[in-house]
């Protein structure tokens, strides 16, 4: 199983991006039955998690990033996108696709893609 992100890059404040999360090698009923997160983790610091849904569709969001960002999934495709919209400097980061099936006892994280927001 592979988690592949992509769509990271050099933004400047206010602009937006939208993160893929690309899921090969899982069988869709993996994929459907996971919990779907964006992590981002900043220079120095911790992990953080930034918004996850559930495989019934019930997103949440840290309060840093709640009314900006949103989080959607493919299951057809299985792919799990993030929406990331009024972009500021803090939120540079490379940002982690993780998934996790509690049916199936799985746990996936991709490599990261790289968030710059100048400005």
């Known amino acids: 199983v592979q988690l592949v992100e992509s769509g990271g890059g050099l933004v400047q404040a206010g602009g937006s991006l939208r993160l893929s999360c690309a899921a090969s090698g899982m069988i869709l009923s993996v994929f459907s039955s996971s919990t779907k997160a964006w992590y981002a983790q900043a220079p120095g610091k911790q992990r953080e998690l930034v918004a996850h849904i559930t495989n019934d569709g019930n997103a949440n969001y840290a309060d840093s990033v709640k009314g900006r960002f949103t989080i959607s999934r493919d299951n057809a495709r299985k792919r799990v996108f993030l929406q990331m919209n009024s972009l500021k400097p803090d939120d540079t980061a490379v940002y982690y696709c993780?998934?996790?099936?509690?049916?199936?006892?799985?746990?996936?994280w991709g490599q990261g893609t790289q968030v710059t927001v100048q400005g």
């Open positions: 993780r998934l996790t099936s509690t049916s199936y006892g799985t746990d996936y």
